[in-house]
């Protein structure tokens, strides 16, 4: 029997506990902690906007409904929740979980914004062991070059409003992605050029988004997909869908830097490319196509590793020509993050289509590395955590309310309190990687690390105020 779970967001009872002083962790062990974290950000879950053409019943009812699956969709962090018979038996009576509801206006248009019990949402999810994405979110930034009918190449930026940055935002606000784009001030153009980002090399993809502290980089290009130019050869080919590790990427680019450098910068883009394309049919859900297809082959991209794939076979230049039947245009990417490289391709009937499927795409294979999939109450885990920098009424409540607030973490109870050392009794509805991967989102708690740099046995933390 599954019981749901309602995770207690209250400060702990300190009445009647006895925070009395005593030895903490050892001197060394206060002041080595690990600062291995990611940016990340608070997002709303809860909250979706519709835009309606009008205010009338018949409208906001069906922007209710519209609202709620975005809601669950960003909750949950996969689309494929929406087969599941509990979560369809809660979106047909959206108004049982509706907080409140608004209207907002922007640029001209009007759009319904509405706000769900998100408590009753999380034991939806949980009830039927569904994935649960907690608020916190890694942040990414998109470096991502368009060509346009002309040939021209521009680098997206926050400034402009085209339709392929608008389908980045929007798709990446539904799903509850922070997602930026860069600048390009005189900043960014100094450290990157169109050809760097048109090349997808990593190594000036790494170091322009060093100045906005973001640890998830995507590079990207999207350009008219026609089938009668002919590829140019690639020298240092890189197979669709590899997934490689971040030292041997930049030690190849280092290799090849001084050859690059002479080439056509077209050419030189092409051959930095290496890939034996990874076709994905379809395009959004308005061109007739398949998104879950193209989130297959992303996440299958960033997942498996295929070493035995030659770019640009004879087949393949066969195959090249098929490439129309796939779509009118085509994105090829790049992914950067948790020290992997992976590359692929993905093909639709608009840029705008593209941009879209490519954030849902990443929005799905976030969710596998941070959602929570719901563990039955029998099964579940209580373990024992030490925080160390501990030392106040306030430091207390903060790190309380910051544990419970983890959508891993069913209850955190505080134990006992060693002088600036809090010791805390943690019900898990996930497992321990699930808890060390949500920690690592934020810096608020650090692995406390010996003398040598090594992560002191147990679970041990030192908390940031």
């Known amino acids: 029997m599954l019981t749901a779970v309602k995770r207690n967001t209250k400060k702990a009872n300190t009445k009647g506990r006895r925070l009395t002083p005593a030895i903490g ?19 709303v879950v809860s909250e979706a906007q519709i835009q309606v053409g009008d205010q009338s019943q018949r409208t906001q009812q069906a922007a209710l409904k519209k609202a709620l699956r975005q809601v669950v969709i960003k909750m949950s962090g996969s689309t494929h929740v929406l087969d599941n018979a509990g979560v369809r038996a809660a979106l ?43 608020d916190r979110r890694p942040e990414t930034i998109v470096w991502l070059v368009e060509e346009a009918e002309n040939e021209t190449r521009s680098i997206l930026d926050e400034s402009l409003n085209t339709e392929l940055q608008l389908a980045l935002k929007k798709t990446a606000k539904e799903r509850g992605v922070p997602l930026s784009l860069p600048l390009m001030d005189l900043t960014d153009n100094v450290n990157i050029s169109t050809y760097d980002v048109w090349g997808r090399f990593v190594e000036p993809l790494r170091q322009a988004s060093v100045r906005y502290n973001i640890d998830n980089i995507i590079g990207a290009r999207v350009y008219p997909n026609d089938p009668s130019a002919i590829p140019d050869l690639p020298e240092n080919a890189v197979p669709s869908g590899t997934v490689e590790s971040l030292d041997d990427v930049l030690s190849k680019e280092g290799q090849d830097t001084m050859s690059e450098m002479g080439a056509d910068a077209t050419v030189t883009g092409d051959s ?28 299958a991209a960033l997942n498996n590793r295929d070493d035995s794939a030659v770019p640009f076979t004879m087949n393949e230049f066969a195959d090249y020509a098929k490439r129309a039947d796939e779509g009118k245009y085509a994105l090829d990417w790049v992914f950067v993050g948790g020290g992997k490289v992976s590359y692929g391709s993905i093909y639709g009937d608009s840029p705008q289509a593209l941009g879209k499927q490519l954030i849902d795409a990443y929005s799905n294979y ?24 501990i030392g106040s009424i306030n430091s207390y ?60 046995k147990g679970h041990s933390f030192y908390w940031s105020n």
């Open 366 to 389: 976030l969710s596998s590395l941070y959602a929570v999939v719901g563990i039955e109450v029998s099964e579940r885990e209580v373990i024992t955590v030490s925080i160390a920098n």
């Open 25 to 43: 962790l050892s001197l060394i062990a206060l002041l080595n902690y690990s600062a291995f974290t990611f940016a990340a950000q608070r997002v």
């Open 92 to 134: 047909s009576s959206p108004q049982s979980l509706l907080r409140s509801y608004r209207f907002a206006y922007e640029n001209g248009q009007t759009y319904y914004v509405a706000e769900f019990d998100q408590a009753k949402l999380n034991e939806i999810l949980q009830r039927e062991m569904l994935p649960l994405w907690g």
């Open 272 to 299: 930095a490319e290496g890939e034996a394309q990874s076709e994905v049919n379809g395009d959004d859900t308005e061109s007739n196509g398949n998104v879950s297809n193209s989130e297959q082959a992303f996440d």
């Open 397 to 456: 409540a903060s790190a309380t309310d910051y544990l419970n607030s983890l959508s891993v973490i069913e209850s955190a109870t505080l134990v006992e309190q060693s002088g600036t050392v809090a010791t805390y009794s943690l019900t898990l509805v996930g497992t321990v990687d699930d808890l060390l991967n949500s920690i690592q989102l934020e810096g608020r708690l650090r692995s406390v690390t010996d003398a040598y740099g090594q992560t002191v």
